[in-house]
Each structure stands twice: as C-alpha cells, then as structure tokens.
C-alpha cells in the first residue's frame, strides 16, 4: 500500500503554527449538522455507560 | 525503510453489549458475532502452541500470568460451558494477514505487521470495518440493533481492556536502556493519544470529575510487568519476540484505542520515532519522573499539559516540556529512519499539536480525541445547562466509540465533516482484503486466499500445511527477505 496519499492531503494543509490557515480546520460547531448531532444527543439513554457491563480484558 | 524499528502492529479488543438483554453474555455474543465474518479466513486453526507469553524481558520465566478473583470465577464458569477452548477463541486469520478472535471475552482484531505507520493506521480501520460488519451480519439475524460493539478501553465500573500498540525493535541494546529512555515519553504522550474520559474509576479514587485525557490511564499501576489484567504496566515486559531472537517486540498496553485516524498515526508514529533514536543511541539522557506510574493518572487528569511533574533532581517538569523535549531530539537528527516522507510528517505534525496544546487547544478539537469529546460535550453542555457529574456524560463518551455507524458519534462528525480522515476510503477497502506487500503478512494473507483448506495450523511465525510442510515465517523482517522467500519457493506453493 502506497502511503503517499494522506501525506499528500496533510501537505497541502502545511503550514507555520502561526498562521490561521495552519493544518485541518477545527470543526464548525455552528453548522447544522453540529445542531442535529446535539439533539440527537439528547436521546442517548442517560443510564447506557451504567448498564454497560463488560469483564475484564487485557 | 526503518532498520531500527522495521515492523509495526496494533491489537484492539473491543468491548460488546446485547443491549435487548439484561443480563449479556459475552462469551456467547462474541462467539456469535466471529461466526459471522463473512471475509475469507482461516478459521479455528491458530496455533497456540507456538506462543510464548510468560518469558519475561527481564530474564526470567513466570509460572502463571495473574487475574483477579472476579475473573477467576468468571473463567471457572466458563470452563463449565458446552464449547471447546478452540470454540470459545473462535480464531480467524484473514487474507489481509490480520488476527481475528475472541481474547478473553472480547472481540479482538490484530492487525497484520506494517512497514509504515500509515499502511498500519490504514489496517486498525480496516479491523474496524470488519468488526463493524460482523456487527451488522449479527444484527440482520437478530431482527434488530440489539448488539453493540464499541472501539474504547473501559465499561466506567473498572473493567478495562486494551489495545495494544507493538514495535520490533533489536534485541541487541539492553532492555533497560529503553525502558529508561522511553518511560517519559510514554507517560506523557497521551496528550495527543489519549482517547478521553468522562470520569475516573480509580481505586482510592481522589474524587476527579470531569473529562480525562486517557481511558486507561486509571488502570496503570506499575512501571515494568508481565502483567496484563493485573497491575498493567507502562511497559509490557512480556519476552515473546514473533521472530528471531535477534528482535524483541515491545508491547505496549498503557495506550488507548483511538477513533481519530490522525491519533493513532501520531501516537504509533511519534513512538517509532522515539524508539528509534534510542535504537540509534542518538537520544540525550531524559528526564527521570519521581513517581512516573502517580504520574500517568496526573498527567491524564489535567487537559492544559501543564501540570507539575516531580524529578528526581528534586525539580519540576511539565508533561508539554517534556514532550517538546522528545521533539526537539529528533529535529536534531532528521530522517534518521530512511522512511523520510513519515520522518517528516510525525516531526510536523507532533510539533503543531503541541504547539496548539499549548497555545490554541481549541485547534485539536478536530483531530485528537479527546479535545474532539471536550468540544462536542461542552457544547452539549451548554444547550442543555449539564454539568460534567451528569450521568448521561459517561454514556455519551461511550457512544463515541459506538461502531454503529447510525449512532457512533465520532462516525457522526466524521460524516459531517468536522474531523480529520487521514486515511482515504479505497485505502480502507483495499485492506479489509489485502495485506501490506512489503511485510511477510503478505505470505500469510496469500497463503490464507489460496490454500485455505490446506492449512493445519497458522501463526504470527509460521504455517503448517497438511502435508507436513511448514513455511517459517519468523525471520523474515525486510520486504527483501519477503520477496526472496516468494522467489525461491515458487514450486513448493503455488499461489506464488
């Protein structure tokens, strides 16, 4: 497998720290799909990570 | 190519939940789900007698690896179940050169050994896919999403499993003298690796609230052991190479299972990297942590990177300046790997995630995982006026890791846009099936798409056919040595 792609898409990203269009953009949280995610969310069962049991592993 | 560090390998086990049933059985369900890959493999066929997992690095042999009491009467109950030991393991060895079983209870995917950091970061989310698939396969015949199968490291009640990041690394320089070199970077690298965790569940808990960096970070208890299940280490110290004793394969099970593509790579690229200068003794004398296991937990507890760490020169250091310190030594010695195109793209990346870390942390929201929780969860939290004690926290940072693709929420911004992907999708596809052509998983994935019916028994080192030929693997490191052993066997194989 050639590795030269995602080095290619992080290239034309590159550049100083100080700049603002430095590397991949941080995320939009105003865009819709952030608003649907947040609602979505909501319906997550408040109690799954307390039923979620799992034994031990390495 | 690395001739220091030249293979590289990752293992996660996934943890699994019947969400239709109160009381879920995991032996049963994780069996359930390995029946139901579909991708051409080898199956029950691992050759276990050809492990060696109580040598230690140190020298010496153990009797027996330890658990505790509550796994102990797990695994004495299991042993009353009406399946066989091959049965329960449920092993497959894939075309792509991957492992894919069940490790104790959990579904566990090991990736075939990789050249490069970005073919191995390519096959942890092929093993994702595959996973996820079988997840799918399992629900079809279920008649509804009952099973659920989550990429993370812990169930938030204490019970954590691992996912293991592994370098070949050569036998020849004294054990210690990695282990010294290593422990602070390791310490402290989950800045950019750790996975994130609402909570702690620590033993003597101190009482911490709030978004950790790490999900295994409260489950580090000591610096150097064989261990496992009990007292996990920093370093792994099990002596079980997969090779020739020229090598040995550094283990380690301090890491967390990344979702973001762009932190594994760093994680597993920033570590060769570091290994590597060590292996080429170019690495100056670190820092020596007071208390480096205490730290772990420190470290994790604190998302700015700036908590104190005690030397023993009596000073202080902070978890980014010591970071910056493992950077600013491989900047001095530039592709010192011969791979300079990774060389390159780890030095980079590393040093604009510190700096961002120290100056824009809101700018890692879109690549590390844990500023990607941190981001989305406050803003959950701010819409619904919660605070981080809410319960529903936990179970939204185990949605995260969901492999649902309808209610994954790292899938979700990932779908949206908003985090890095790295990794293009044909890449992904092309090693569901395929295995690295550069490594000698390239033989054992050929060896698995032409001669399936014909293999006795298979392993990391070796093939067994059933006409008594076995293919030794376990010298073969170099794509040379690969390509050599493909060119001069070509009449006694015949997929060749």
């Known amino acids: ?17 100080d700049r603002k269009d430095s590397g991949p953009s941080k995320p939009d949280v105003n865009r819709p799909g952030r608003d649907d995610l947040l609602k979505r969310m909501k319906k997550v069962d408040p109690k799954q990570s307390e039923k979620y049991k799992q034994r031990t592993g390495q | ?71 102990d009467e797990f695994c004495e109950k299991d042993r009353e179940r009406p399946y066989s030991y091959w049965e329960m393991k449920s092993d497959r060895v894939l075309t792509n050169g991957a492992r894919f079983y069940n490790d104790h209870t959990h579904p566990e995917y090991a990736t075939p050994e990789c050249r490069t950091v970005f073919d191995l970061v390519a096959h942890d989310l092929a093993g994702e896919a595959i996973v996820g698939e079988c997840v799918r396969l399992r629900n079809q015949d279920l008649g509804g999403d009952c099973l659920q199968l989550f990429k993370n490291n812990t169930d938030y009640s204490g019970h954590s499993y691992g996912t293991h990041d592994n370098y070949l690394i050569p036998r020849k320089l004294p054990f210690d003298v990695w282990v010294r070199h290593l422990v602070p970077f390791l310490v402290t ?3 950019y690796a750790g996975a994130g965790k609402v909570g702690a569940e620590r033993k003597n808990e101190d009482g911490f609230t709030g978004l950790q960096l790490a999900q295994r970070a409260d489950f580090i208890d000591s610096v150097l052991s064989i261990e496992t299940m009990t007292q996990r280490p920093i370093i792994n110290t099990r002596d079980e190479p ?36 060590i292996g080429a003794q170019k690495l100056d004398a670190p820092f020596e942590l007071a208390d480096p296991v205490a730290d772990v937990q420190r470290v994790s507890r604190d998302t700015t990177g700036k908590v104190p760490l005690k030397l023993l020169s009596g000073k202080t250091v902070t978890p980014l300046e010591i970071q910056e310190w493992y950077l600013e030594q491989a900047l001095k010695h530039t592709r ?17 995630t510190l700096d961002d870390m120290k100056h824009h942390p ?3 929201a879109d690549r590390i995982d844990w500023a990607i929780k941190q981001s989305l969860f406050s803003d959950f939290m701010a819409a619904e006026k919660l605070q981080w004690e809410d319960p529903i926290l936990q179970s939204l940072d185990l949605e995260y890791h969901n492999l649902n693709p309808e209610r994954g929420l790292y899938y979700s911004l990932r779908n ?62 170099t794509k040379k040595d690969v390509v050599q052993v493909l060119d001069s066997n070509k009449e006694q194989f015949a997929w060749k």
């Open chain 2, 362 to 364: 809101e700018n890692l």
């Open chain 2, 1 to 71: 190519m690395n001739a220091i560090v030249p293979l590289l390998g990752i293992e996660t086990e996934y943890g699994i939940v019947r969400e239709d049933q109160a009381e879920s059985d995991p032996v049963e369900e994780s069996m359930r789900l390995l029946a139901r890959c579909e991708v051409k493999s080898v199956f029950k066929a691992w050759a276990y007698n050809r492990e060696r997992t109580h040598l230690d690095m140190r020298g010496f042999q153990v009797s027996r690896l330890a658990q505790d009491e509550e796994e």
């Open chain 2, 189 to 191: 690298r989950q800045l």
């Open chain 2, 242 to 277: 997969h090779a020739t004793q020229d090598y040995r394969r550094l283990h380690l099970i301090l890491g967390d299972a990344n979702m973001s593509p762009y932190a594994t790579a760093l994680k597993v690229g920033t570590t060769r990297l570091v290994l590597t200068l």
């Open chain 1, 1 to 17: 497998m050639e590795m030269n792609d995602p080095l290619r898409r992080e290239e034309k990203k590159e550049s100083t720290p």
């Open chain 2, 336 to 352: 010192l790997s011969g791979d300079t195109e990774e060389w390159d793209w780890v030095t980079r990346e590393w040093g604009r």
């Open chain 2, 416 to 477: 949206e846009g908003s985090v890095v992907g790295l990794i293009e999708q044909n890449k992904i596809d092309d090693a569901v099936h395929r295995a690295p052509q550069d490594t000698r998983a390239r033989i054992r994935g050929q060896a698995v798409e032409q001669e399936r019916d014909h293999i006795k028994n298979i392993h990391w080192t070796g093939i067994e056919f059933n006409n008594g030929e076995y293919l030794d693997l376990s010298g073969l490191i």
